[in-house]
C-alpha cells in the first residue's frame, strides 16, 4: 500500500502553521510541536500544540487500526 503524507494546518493571528509528516514521523512532528509552543518568538501556543497533537495522535490510531474496525461487516 502507498504511504501517504500527512497535513495539519493551523492558521493564527495571519500567521500560517503547516505540517506535512508520514506515518513514520509522528515522533518528530510531536517534537516539533513542543518546540514551537516553547519558542517566545511564535504566536504558536501551547494549547495550539495540545490539539494539533491530539489530532496527530487520532491519526496515528486510524492507521494502525485493524481494517476490521474500519468497516461494518454487512449481514
Known amino acids: 500500500m502507498p504511504q501517504g503524507i500527512n497535513v495539519l494546518a493551523l492558521v493564527k ?11 513514520h514521523s509522528t515522533a518528530q512532528v510531536l517534537q516539533t510541536l513542543g518546540r514551537y509552543a516553547a519558542d517566545p518568538e511564535l504566536s504558536f501556543s501551547w494549547y495550539d ?17 485493524p481494517s476490521a474496525t474500519l ?3 454487512s449481514a
Open 71 to 73: 468497516f461494518r461487516e
Open 13 to 23: 493571528d495571519g500567521e500560517r502553521y503547516v505540517f506535512l509528516y508520514d506515518d
Open 49 to 65: 500544540a495540545a490539539v494539533l497533537s491530539q489530532r496527530v495522535r487520532h491519526l496515528q490510531q486510524r492507521a494502525t487500526a
